[in-house]
């Protein structure tokens, strides 16, 4: 398939020579092939316009209809087979390897949430049957679901060209929800965008959705972004980036006539706490672990583990020793962008030149382009907190390792993080008995709490929850990884006295989806008599 450098407007590539941009290969800095265009003002509209259109029709297809298309736009990207994955590593640099597992991580996110659809009960339907002569008043019949909110802008991500792009998990769960969307591709892989849209459009096709379910704009400035956030048909917004970027587009979303939901998942740095029992049973183990995940995808997780703290002893120095020898071996490789690298280059340098901040360990740096050097620091408690700045996150393969004198500081670290994705804790069992308040202070500042792992890595699952409290995020309720997802793109609704047959299938007696409603307080299958 040859990328053209269109827009995909409700299915049709569309094309105005605008300001254009191209991709470049971060490995060794060069201009790739394919010129693309900023998408115009009026191109940003016809595709929200259209996406309004579609949507009146698009929420009324079943939940099968829009699973098997789910399914389809899984089979399309496999379709694109090596073409999407030679495209993806020269404008990302990320392996093949790395690549192919996300591709699949993207198909199989996509058929989950289809699976989701096929069993039905995501809908929450709630039944409260009517008691007529109830005294003083009678009970009338209300029945609750969820139903979808509207279009929805979706901003790909830089760090996962696949799995938090184009066909990634807030494209996934608001197609999943009902919704229409307009997708904003990262500029960082325009080509890998393009070729994905097409592989979504060809499935709209297939399976007969309307031509404005999907869109994708692009381009390289905020303008394209913003006017999707800002325009009044668009209901709700799903973004993963920079703490500025998405407090930015949170703003912008409130300040419109209509304000509306931001589900943006932004900085975070993932403290990991390395209890005492557990440190002497397995120092060298956690040590090596933790550099393991610090340059993992050198870095551009949003889940890195940016702090580890440990109490002072041998162990920790020794601790320290091993992390060292562990990084000085490790080379890597190139970043994501240019800004991306320069934005980390900035960041460690300046935590290299703060006050009372050692250095411990550097990584060796690859030929690339945008090749940056892995770090560990090393700070007190005392430090830490007196220096705000140390708990903004360094995006990319540096971590800074916090020495706590006695347990209270370790508490004390605890209380004053604001909101991330992740904590981690290593710890056997007299140290999860010893620090039980840890846990408590730590449940109230994350998404997901790990014991003796890393955090790198969220699995896509029913269960999962990656979010957390602000500034993680900018709304703790929910996730923007598994199944839960589905919810931010839908709102409840109830029917008061309605007929049977004016009653969506998921709330009628007969229930002929057999799907789990809450009737009358008790969860159950069975239909109402
Ligand atoms: P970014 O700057 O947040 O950009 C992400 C997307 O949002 C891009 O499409 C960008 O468009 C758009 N955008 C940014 N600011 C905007 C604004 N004010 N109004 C409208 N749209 C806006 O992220 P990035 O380019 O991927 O990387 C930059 C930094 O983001 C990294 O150094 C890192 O700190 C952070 N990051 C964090 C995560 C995470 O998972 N938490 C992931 C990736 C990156 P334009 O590029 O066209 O401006």
Same mark, same amino acid.
């Given at each position: 398939m040859q990328i053209t450098g269109s827009q995909i407007i409700a299915n049709k590539l569309l094309k105005s020579e605008t300001n254009s941009f191209y991709a470049k290969n971060?490995? %060794?800095g060069q201009q790739l092939p394919t010129e693309f265009f900023e998408a115009t003002i009026a191109e940003i509209d016809q595709a929200v316009k259209m996406a309004e259109e579609a949507f009146v029709a698009y929420r009324k297809k079943s939940d099968q209809e829009r699973a098997d298309f789910l399914d389809r736009i899984g089979e399309e990207i496999m379709n694109l087979g090596d073409t999407l994955l030679e495209r993806c590593h020269q404008e990302t640099g990320l392996p093949m390897g790395r690549l192919q597992g996300e591709r699949g991580r993207t198909v199989n996110q996509l058929k989950l949430f289809a699976e989701l659809l096929r069993d &039905?009960?995501?809908? =929450?339907a709630r039944i409260d049957t009517a008691? /007529?002569?109830?005294?003083?008043i009678p009970k009338p019949d209300i029945r609750q679901m969820q139903i979808a909110m509207g279009p929805v802008g979706v901003f790909g991500a830089s %760090? $996962? /060209?696949?799995a938090f792009s184009v066909a990634g998990g807030d494209t996934a769960s608001a197609l999943a929800a009902g919704c229409t969307i307009v997708v904003k591709g990262h500029p960082a892989h325009p080509g890998t965008s393009e070729l994905v849209g097409r592989a979504i459009a060809k499935a709209v096709e297939a399976t007969g @959705?309307? +031509? &404005?379910?999907f869109s994708l704009v692009q381009g390289q400035s905020v303008e394209v972004g913003m006017g999707i956030v800002q325009h /009044? !048909?668009?209901k709700a917004i799903g973004f993963t980036g920079s703490f500025r970027g998405g407090k930015a587009i949170f703003d912008a979303a409130n300040q419109r006539d209509e304000p509306i939901p931001v589900y943006a998942e932004m900085g975070s740095i993932n403290p990991v706490f390395v209890l005492p029992e557990a440190l002497q049973q397995q120092r060298d183990k956690i040590a090596e672990g933790w550099v393991g995940s610090l340059t993992l995808?050198?870095?551009? $997780?949003?889940? *890195?583990?940016g702090v580890l703290i440990t109490q002072e002893s041998d162990e920790s120095v020794q601790f320290l020793e091993r992390a060292k020898q562990s990084l000085s071996a490790v080379t890597t490789d190139a970043m994501l962008t240019d800004r991306i690298s320069e934005a980390y280059q900035k960041g460690a340098g300046q935590m290299e030149q703060? =006050? *009372?901040? +050692?250095?411990v360990a550097k990584s060796q740096s690859s030929e690339a382009a945008t090749s940056a050097e892995g770090f560990i620091f090393s700070t007190s408690v005392k430090n830490f907190l007196a220096?705000?700045?140390?708990?903004?996150?360094? $995006? #990319? /393969?540096s971590s800074l390792h916090i020495s706590a004198q006695f347990k209270a500081e370790v508490l004390e670290v605890a209380k004053n !993080?604001? &909101?991330?994705?992740t904590a981690t804790l290593h710890a056997t069992e007299n140290d999860l008995v010893e620090y039980a308040d840890l846990i408590a202070i730590l449940e109230r500042k994350v998404g997901r709490l790990l014991i %003796? &792992? $890393?955090?790198t890595g969220v699995e896509v699952c029913h269960? @999962?929850?990656?979010g957390g409290p602000y500034p993680a995020t900018? =709304?703790?309720?929910?996730?923007?990884? #598994?199944? !839960?997802?589905?919810k931010r793109f839908t709102r409840p609704i109830s029917y008061q006295n309605f007929p049977q047959n004016g009653l969506p299938d998921a709330l009628k007696n007969e229930n002929p989806l057999r799907i789990f409603r809450l009737v009358n307080g008790k969860l159950t299958q069975e239909q109402i008599s």
């Open positions: 971060p490995t %060794n &039905g009960t995501w809908v =929450d008691i /007529p002569d109830r005294q003083p %760090n $996962f /060209p696949l @959705m309307p +031509a &404005g379910t /009044p !048909l668009i995808g050198v870095g551009q $997780f949003c889940t *890195n583990p703060t =006050d *009372n901040v +050692a250095t220096q705000p700045d140390l708990s903004e996150e360094v $995006f #990319g /393969p !993080l604001e &909101g991330h994705l %003796n &792992g $890393f955090p269960s @999962m929850v990656h900018t =709304d703790s309720r929910s996730t923007s990884v #598994g199944t !839960l997802a589905i």
